[in-house]
């Protein structure tokens, strides 16, 4: 029989996973990774379009269009908001498989009640109703946090940001839904980058004060770590192909910093022994502060040097790296606990050949200081789909503790990406529904309802120390 395409029973296969996706659909979100802007949470105001919305910062759909031969010029292009929704419609039909075909069609029907097939036909009917329903108001992103019944979010900040807009939310008594800064100070690692010398004079009109040594730069970035401590900042994120570990001393890591903001050419070793340095000195002060800190493993950046030139970085031209991760990332992890200076650490891959690798590396550094201290991150990026999702619990059941995991990220920058929550929670019940049909694990509903509403929700809560 063939089942009704986002039916009530979408990707549900099992008696078991019926009964736990009632209790976790219930669940509100924590989206403690993602890229919204505080800027536009402050400011709150209405979308013009269901383009705008929809298409105007996303490059996962961008890729989409690509992959369908649609030109530039209706997807970051001087094209019309018509045109550019209508060119995204009639790639539509061929996304069969792919994760944005579900959440599209959930996104219309979750926040506009549309439940047409979105195609070349129906295009100008749905781009219609969905604006109608945008000019009447209810699509503010505090509307849409609210109404996805999101109680807490962390944005992504460099350490220059003085997250004023994080200010002006946090006065605002009429809005329920915390807005939590993380620490992102990717830029302040990418010695080996072009904009690492402009990134240091941000840095400096923030803080007030010359940076002219790498002393000083771990300074000023304590400092940093305070402020945003006092801003309710309860976690950390870093990004990296490959977690570098190149140890070195302090007369060698203040003459890389000094050849590396005068901006010249750095080796790829002595690169790595900065980053080591700075990234240890960080992990440091996360622990003491009780942080967590979360390792992004994997991508590729900036694939496509004509498209970086034209249109910047995070416009789609992203990919899997492949290289070994496993003996730099347990030396890293090996030195912060030696030191005691290991804080609470999400480890996420974008490669899933290395699911396994990371999925028995935490092992080797759990400790009583928290449940599941070191987590294996949700399927990320190129892997938020079924098989993707499927697989990390599987490897993490496997090899750890899944009932202790902290579940979904969004990972996104559009207000409407919430219901990747509900595509996560529904793979997790029929995932452990088909455990259970198989007598891998009882049928016991209490047990199975706090296993799977604490993965999507109460896991994160007590592992972030949200209050």
């Known amino acids: 029989m063939v089942k009704e395409f986002l039916g009530k029973d979408f990707l549900i296969e099992n008696t078991p996973a019926q009964k736990m996706f009632e209790k976790a659909e219930k669940m509100p979100i924590f989206d403690w990774h993602c890229h919204l802007s505080p800027k536009e949470i402050f400011e709150n105001r209405q979308p013009e379009d269901i383009t705008s919305l929809w298409l105007g910062a996303d490059h996962y759909k961008w890729r989409c269009m690509r992959s369908c031969g649609v030109s530039e010029k209706y997807i970051t292009g001087d094209a019309t908001s018509e045109e550019k929704f209508r060119a995204f419609a009639s790639c539509m039909p061929y996304l069969i498989g792919n994760p944005m075909y579900h959440w599209c069609h959930l996104e219309l029907r979750r926040y506009f009640g549309i439940e047409e097939i979105l195609s070349p036909d129906t295009a100008?009917?749905?781009?219609?109703?969905?604006?109608?329903?945008?000019?009447?108001?209810?699509?503010?992103?505090?509307?849409?946090?609210?109404s996805s019944n999101v109680t807490h979010l962390c944005t992504t900040d460099d350490p220059a940001d003085k997250l004023e807009y994080h200010k002006m939310i946090k006065r605002d008594i009429n809005f329920g839904c915390k807005i939590l800064p993380a620490f992102r100070p990717d830029k302040a690692l990418g010695i080996d980058l072009p904009g690492f010398k402009g990134w240091i004079s941000d840095m400096e009109r923030t803080a007030g004060t010359s940076i002219d040594s790498y002393e000083k730069l771990c300074e000023v970035l304590a400092d940093r770590i305070d402020f945003f401590e006092t801003m309710d900042c309860k976690a950390s994120d870093h990004a990296f192909s490959y977690i570098p570990f190149e140890k070195a001393n302090k007369e060698e890591l203040e003459r890389i910093f000094v050849a590396g903001k005068a901006g010249e050419q750095l080796s790829v070793r002595d690169a790595d022994k900065y980053k080591t340095g700075l990234l240890t000195f960080l992990a440091g002060e996360y622990s003491k502060?009780?942080?967590?800190?979360?390792?992004?493993?994997?991508?590729?950046?900036?694939?496509?040097t004509l498209m970086f030139r034209l249109i910047g970085a995070d416009t789609g031209f992203d990919s899997i790296d492949d290289r070994q991760i496993a003996v730099k990332l347990s030396a890293f992890l090996d030195n912060l606990a030696v030191n005691n200076n290991l804080p609470k650490t999400v480890l996420f891959t974008l490669n899933p050949k290395d699911n396994y690798v990371i999925g028995s590396m935490l092992g080797n550094f759990q400790t009583d200081e928290a449940e599941s201290k070191i987590q294996f991150g949700s399927a990320w990026w190129f892997n938020d789909n079924i098989d993707g999702m499927r697989e990390q619990m599987k490897a993490l059941g496997n090899l750890g503790a899944l009932g202790k995991f902290v579940g979904m990220v969004t990972d996104s920058r559009s207000f409407l990406s919430y219901p990747r929550?509900?595509?996560?929670?529904?793979?997790?019940?029929?995932?452990?529904?088909?455990?259970?049909?198989?007598?891998?694990?009882?049928?016991?509903?209490?047990?199975?309802?706090?296993?799977?509403?604490?993965?999507?929700?109460?896991?994160?809560?007590?592992?972030?120390?949200i209050e």
């Open 421 to 465: 929550h509900e595509y996560f929670r529904r793979i997790l019940s029929n995932l452990l529904g088909e455990m259970v049909e198989k007598g891998l694990y009882p049928f016991d509903e209490a047990v199975l309802s706090k296993t799977v509403c604490d993965i999507s929700y109460n896991n994160a809560v007590k592992y972030f120390g």
């Open 289 to 304: 502060r009780n942080w967590v800190m979360e390792l992004h493993i994997g991508p590729m950046r900036n694939n496509n």
């Open 124 to 146: 100008d009917k749905i781009h219609k109703k969905a604006n109608d329903l945008i000019a009447n108001g209810g699509y503010t992103p505090r509307e849409l946090i609210t």
